[in-house]
Structure formats: structure tokens, C-alpha cells
């Protein structure tokens, strides 16, 4: 049976409404990260401090008083476990959402359909992740510093640097991990732990310092791909300056070459994921 | 009179996935209704479709799975890339001004995707933002399009707690609160009960009173001739017929449109 359809009304040309502008829709998109950020606050802190502070725990407090590591090994630890905190805080707040909204959800979309150009969309993503890697930074040095005790050789002086250091190892950290969500699926979640994670823990030089791969030379030039090297450095180099690290320099080239790489990569990803 | 829609020559050519197989609807005959894993090749998915869609107008477009009508409302609302030709929606061309194109749609996907981290309160007020609606209007518009689909006591459930046929209901309301000249809706009764199938006929029948656009797809004949002014057919890739649910069923010996569906292309439909 067929009901004739009700003819509308006008048929002339339709006013559209102006164009809300970019930077008021970006704001909204961060709008929306934050409010669930702020609803997953306690989650968050335990799921991106738990094992830092484990490590803490153990390496800086229970076996310098056992005798098996001297008061230096603190110094070393300290700007590694900050690095890891901001690393993988800001890495995996964007890393699993965008797995899991790009993947069978597809929940992404009402993003993607937000009057703003994709890429956009993108960098605010890597903005959130920024935040929540702070966040997390910032809880956790003094957390570990309370439990470590008085640590050789760390300073607050250097504040310039640190500023530069962390900020940039937050934007390199967002940038890899949104890279990581748009590259993989759901059924690699697994593998994202085993074979890249905590391999790159184990050879980021948080837990010593680079100079100290000069043991195994190859090594010491193969882990310069991973980018918690020049996180771990880079806060090396502003924390505990009297200890061993790289130069400020390379590790601020090293955050910006692999910023721009990992940026420029999720950013193609992304388009070729929310373009079908 | 002026369009809403106007596609030229529009092509999609989706390239061979790696690997040695690739997931595809079949298109060949005897197969519609189904799919199948097909070697790797490109899949022609929209072959050269000339479309104009009425400011104003209720426009179906109709075909057997895989013919092209997702993939056709994909690319009109930016969300896939055409391989050539042009489409314009809203007065905005899809791919130069995508921004703007979004700016003036409402979509209903085929199967809901709220955004899973909100309630479904925050889903709308949130996506209203995206939109530049301040808050307190994204409140007082969320409240009316809620209450109007009957899920104002769902507005504080996280998504996960409302049945099917209320996410489908609240990815209508999402669709409308940014108040949009276009709205699409893909398939958006399937897997709905007869009662939300009706109650959704309803607000369509409406919205499209109040002369609003809107484009469906679906393969349910029934709905295309009792909600739309005119009807597209797709079949593989292609525009087979074109004209008022009349029109069309006056080229059909027993006056049913599924009659014609199946005389041009050859398979059933779901009625």
C-alpha cells in the first residue's frame, strides 16, 4: 500500500548557517577527551603509575637498602621512571581508544563526521594525550622521590630544560602512540605489549643510563630508535645534569625528528582509516 | 528548483586488499543477498552515478546488498573518497569542502556507533558541540529530540545499557540536534521492531514535512514506497531506474514494486 508522501513546503534555495570555525570545533573534540578523561581519572592514575611505582618500590628503595644497588643507581633511576610515566601515560591514553574506536565499534565516526578537516581531528587527539602524559609526570615525581629519599645529584634548577624536555617527549610519546592506534587492530592489542611495549622499556635507558650501552656498541645505536631513550635522557638532562646523558641538543633533535616521523605517519594512517 | 544532492559520473573503485583474499559482497548473478571471499582485484563498488536529489525531497535509494548504496552515502557525507566524478550536497562539493558538507548533514550509519565513553545524554550534547551549539542550547535541544524519540529516561544509561532499537533512536537524535539541512539514513530499520520501524516512519515523515532532505537507503521495498517521493535504484554500481514510487510500479504487470526489483535485477528483496 502506498501513502502519498507529504510534499514539503519550499523548494527554494536553502540559507545555510556560517561555518563554525576550526579551533572552536577542536576545543570541543578536547572538550570531549577531558570529560572522559576526568571520569577515568582514578583508573588512569593506577593503570599509567602502578608500574613505575613498582619499580620505584623495588630498584630505589628496597635494594639500595639490601646493598645490592649504591645511592647512585637512584640517580639514574629517577628521570628513567619519569620517563616511562610520561611515555606510556601519554602513549596508551590514545593508543586504545583509537583501537578500539576504530575497530568494530567504528564509535569514532560522530568525530570524524565534526565540521572540521580529519587531520585536525587527529592532532587533537595527540594534544589529549599530552595532557594525561603531564598529568601522570606529575604525580609521579614526587611520589618516587618520596619513596626513594634524598637522590644524588638532583636539581630543580634546571627548569628551562625540563620545561623543553617534557614537553616535547609528551608531543613525541602522543604522536607514537596515536600512530600505534591507527596502524593496529584489536586482535594485535597482545602483541602491542610483548613485542613493542616492554621491549621498549627494557631498551629505553630508563633503568641506566646510554652511555652505559657503550658496553655492546650496536646495541647502543639500534635503541636509538626507540623514543623513551630521549625521553630518559632528556630528563637525565635536566633532573640529575652531573650524572651521565646525552647532550640536551641531541636528545631535543631526537624528540623532533621523531615528533615530525611519527606525526606525519598516524596523520597518513588516520586519513586512510577514517577515509575507508 | 533547487538540489540538495547532484552527483556526476561519481566512481569508486576500491583497490585490491593485500593479502591473498580480500572480504567483498558478491556481485555476481545469483549471488545478491549474499557474500563472499573473492580473490583480490579491485571491486568497481559505484560505476559512473548521476544523482539530483531535491532540496526538500524524501529520496530512497534501493538495490540488493552490495549494489552501492552505502558506498554512495559514504561519499556523500565525506566519508569516502570518490575515485572520480563530482558530487555536491548542500551546496558544498564533497571532496573540495568536505568541512562544509559536514557542517550541513545529519548521518545515520547502518549499524549505531554511539560514542561508547558518554551516556547517551553527553552523546548528544557533546556532538552538538562539535557543531558550535553552546551548551545551554545543546541541553535544551538534546532534552526536546529525546524526549521526541521516547528514550528521555534512558538519557542518563551509558550506551551499552539501551537496547538496539534505542541506540538506533538515539543515532537519529544525534543526526538531528545540530538542526542539519541533509540527513542520511543508512538502513536505519533494520533490526528495529515493527513498533521503532513505525515510530521511526513517523519522525521521518515529520522531519520531511518540515522540509528537511533526506535520503535513505534500505531494501525494504514497502519502506521505500510508503515514505519517499522518488526512488533510485542501484544495482551493481549502477542507476537501473529512477522515478516516483508510481512511476515505477506502473511498469510492473501486478503493481508491485518488488516485482520490479526482481525483474531488473534479477534476484529477491526483503520485504
Partial sequence: MTTPATTPATTAAPSYRPRVSSARVFVALLNRDLRVARRELPYFLIRTTMQPLLFVVVFGYLLPRMGFTGEEFKTALLPGILAVSLMFASSQSVTLPMVQEFGWTKEIEDRLLAPIPLPLVAVEKIVNAMIQGLIAAIVVLPLARLVMGPIPGFTFTHVGALVVVVLLSATAASAFGLFLGVAISPQQIGFLFSLILTPMIFFGCAYYPWSGLAVVPWLQYLVLINPLVYVSEGMRAALTPTAPHMPLPAVVAGLLVLTVLFTALAINRFMKRALG | ?271
Avoid at chain 2, 1 to 30: C, D, N, W
Avoid at chain 2, 69 to 75: C, F, H, L, P
Avoid at chain 2, 77 to 88: D, E, F, H, N, W
Fill in chain 2, 1 to 271: 528548483m533547487s538540489l540538495a544532492i547532484e552527483t556526476h559520473a561519481l566512481r569508486k573503485v576500491y583497490p585490491p586488499a593485500g593479502g591473498a583474499q580480500r572480504f567483498q559482497p558478491s556481485v555476481g548473478p545469483g549471488n545478491h543477498g549474499s557474500a563472499a571471499f573473492a580473490q583480490s582485484g579491485p571491486t568497481v563498488a559505484l560505476d559512473s552515478l548521476d544523482l539530483e536529489v531535491r532540496t526538500g525531497e524524501f529520496f530512497c535509494l534501493i538495490g540488493p546488498n552490495g549494489a552501492g548504496k552505502t558506498t554512495t552515502i559514504g561519499i556523500l557525507t565525506t566519508r569516502v573518497r570518490p575515485t572520480s566524478g563530482s558530487a555536491c550536497v548542500a551546496g558544498a562539493d564533497v571532496v573540495r569542502d568536505s568541512v562544509t558538507v559536514r557542517q550541513r548533514i545529519g548521518v545515520v550509519p547502518q549499524r549505531p556507533n554511539p560514542d561508547r565513553s558518554l551516556d547517551a545524554w553527553e552523546n548528544l550534547v557533546y556532538h552538538a558541540g562539535y557543531f558550535g551549539i553552546p551548551r545551554r542550547e545543546a541541553d535544551r535541544r538534546a532534552a526536546e529530540l529525546l524526549e521526541r524519540l521516547e528514550i528521555a529516561d534512558r538519557a542518563r544509561l551509558k550506551v551499552d545499557q539501551l537496547s538496539g532499537g534505542q541506540q538506533q533512536r538515539l543515532m537519529i537524535a544525534r543526526a538531528l540536534i545540530h538542526d542539519p539541512a541533509v540527513l542520511f539514513l543508512d538502513e536505519p530499520t533494520v533490526g528495529l521492531d515493527p513498533q521503532a520501524r513505525n515510530a521511526l516512519w513517523a519522525i521521518l515523515r515529520e522531519l520531511h514535512a518540515g522540509g528537511r532532505t533526506i535520503v535513505m537507503t534500505t531494501h525494504y521495498m514497502a519502506e521505500a514506497e510508503e515514505l519517499s517521493e522518488r526512488i533510485a535504484m542501484i544495482d551493481r554500481g549502477r542507476l537501473i531506474a529512477l522515478g516516483t514510487p508510481a512511476e515505477l510500479l506502473a511498469q510492473t504487470p501486478d503493481n508491485s514494486l518488488e516485482t520490479f526489483f526482481v525483474t531488473r535485477t534479477g534476484h529477491g528483496s526483503h520485504l
